[in-house]
């Protein structure tokens, strides 16, 4: 939801959210404050910003109803989120013809597996993150799959005796979006299996709050520090302004102008900034500035896996992943 307490879900007459001729309603608005989140409703479904493309000023109810009519599209046009789903999961399997471990992964026979990487099974649990890595050699999938590592909010079976709660995990994303746990069988106390996830299938969308990669879930709920006058400043120039303006409005709940000066750790919070929540191409210019100040030591390490993954594959594959 956009930065203000006030929830309009329930109270919205909606008559066709994809029409542009019919309007939304919202009887427990102000005539500005409804002509306000129309305007948003509008800008989004015509690819706007939700900040550059808001004509309110910040200090005003229209400018927080121009925002609720803007994330209305995105969180209740679920027809239109659905069909792209499945145009993604379509695509995902069309592939599976031109890669045959694809076609038959999730039936591989466990023991020739580890056989093959010289582990038992025996010896897979707690050892998630280099499976996966070995998993990518002997499949061939250099080019087509990485191994990553964050934190599993799965459920996890009681007769696990290993781990319990949020735990730290490895796995795999592949080029087209799809999720390879090579042990989630782990966490479940069954027989071992590849468990695949393929974007677009209901179980792919269930499954996807369960992978946290780079523990980015525990990074939103870090607060910005205050800025303190006794670490290095550094100048934000422009062709980054807007991108950390966005950044610091949604952390804070607040509208300014873009800071033009952050404290040292202030940067570092910055650079912690969940991948998602900036999207590929904003993600990617912010984290090369980033790289061309010299401040790459502090952009998490997982963070700087997906940036070579977002160059490896390009911005498309990028948003199948990220969706």
Not at 14 to 23: A, G, K, L, M
Not at 26 to 44: H, I, M, T, V
Request: hydrophobic share 40%; proline share 7%.
């Amino acid at each position: 939801m956009p930065p203000t307490t006030r929830s309009l879900l329930g109270c919205l007459d909606i008559r066709d959210t994809r029409s542009r001729s019919q309007s939304l309603s919202a009887p427990r608005l102000s005539p500005s404050e409804a002509e306000a989140f129309n305007a948003g409703f509008e800008c989004a479904f015509n690819g706007g910003d939700e900040l550059s493309d808001n004509p309110y000023d910040s200090a005003t109810l229209e400018f927080c109803s121009f925002n609720d009519g803007f994330a209305y599209w995105f969180e209740h046009d679920a027809e239109i989120a659905r069909s792209r789903a499945d145009e993604l999961h379509r695509k995902v399997l069309a592939q599976q013809g031109q890669d045959p471990v694809l076609a038959k992964l999730e039936n591989l026979d466990m023991a020739t597996v580890a056989r093959r990487i010289d582990i038992p099974l025996a010896d897979w649990p707690g050892r998630c993150y280099e499976i996966a890595c070995k998993l990518v050699k002997l499949f061939g999938w250099q080019e087509r799959a990485a191994p990553v590592y964050g934190l599993f909010h799965g459920a996890i079976s009681p007769k696990c005796t290993l781990f319990s709660g949020m735990s730290r995990h490895g796995w795999l994303v592949l080029k087209d979006g799809r999720i390879v746990d090579p042990t989630r069988w782990v966490f479940e106390a069954r027989e071992p299996a590849l468990t695949v996830f393929v974007p677009g299938s209901q179980e792919y969308e269930e499954a996807l709050s369960d992978y946290d990669e780079g523990g980015e879930r525990l990074a939103q709920l870090t607060a910005m520090p205050a800025f303190n006058p006794n670490l290095p400043p550094l100048v934000i120039p422009p062709e980054v302004g807007e991108v950390v303006q966005r950044v610091v409005a949604e952390a804070t709940r607040t509208f300014t102008a873009p800071p033009a000066v952050l404290s040292h750790d202030q940067l570092s919070w910055l650079a912690r900034t969940p991948f998602n929540r900036l999207g590929a191409e904003t993600a990617k210019a912010l984290f090369e500035w980033f790289e061309s100040r010299g401040l790459s030591a502090l952009i998490p390490v997982d963070t700087m896996h997906r940036l070579v993954r977002l160059r490896r594959w390009g911005t498309a594959s990028y948003e199948a992943l990220a969706a």
